[in-house]
Nanobody, 125 residues
């Protein structure tokens, strides 16, 4: 599975961005997730979605500001980010977990099998 993420950029605090991630192939039982990594910090889970049911999980720090959605017809996942703050500055990654059916969403980067290259998001104050 190859992933391509895009949509990053520079915005001022309070602004919005929408990231996109397109997968070369995805099966119904897979999960797709968004992560970010700021300089000097560990990769951080933001949220994930189950491809078949559309169930979602979010990290508390972004819940209510970030929204994950998907388009099954395009093998695409999106991350709508609102009310961005300087602390949201990071490289954002999409990932796919080749999970089995009924596997609960995991927040651990280590269980995701495929990763995109990342897209930079910079929020200025």
């Amino acid at each position: 599975v190859q992933l391509q993420a895009c949509g990053g950029g520079s915005v001022q605090a309070g602004g919005s961005l929408r990231l996109s991630c397109v997968a070369s192939a995805i099966f119904s039982q897979y999960h797709m997730g968004w992560f970010r990594q700021a300089p000097g910090k560990e990769r951080e889970f933001l949220g994930a979605i189950t491809w078949r049911e559309g169930n979602k999980d979010y990290e508390d720090s972004v819940r209510g500001r970030f929204t994950i959605s998907r388009d099954n017809t395009k093998n695409a996942m999106y991350l709508q980010m609102n009310s961005l703050q300087p602390e949201d500055t990071a490289v954002y990654y999409c990932a796919v977990r080749a999970s089995s059916r009924r596997t609960p969403i995991s927040r651990l980067p280590s269980v995701f099998d495929y990763w995109g290259r990342g897209t930079q998001v910079t929020v200025s104050s």
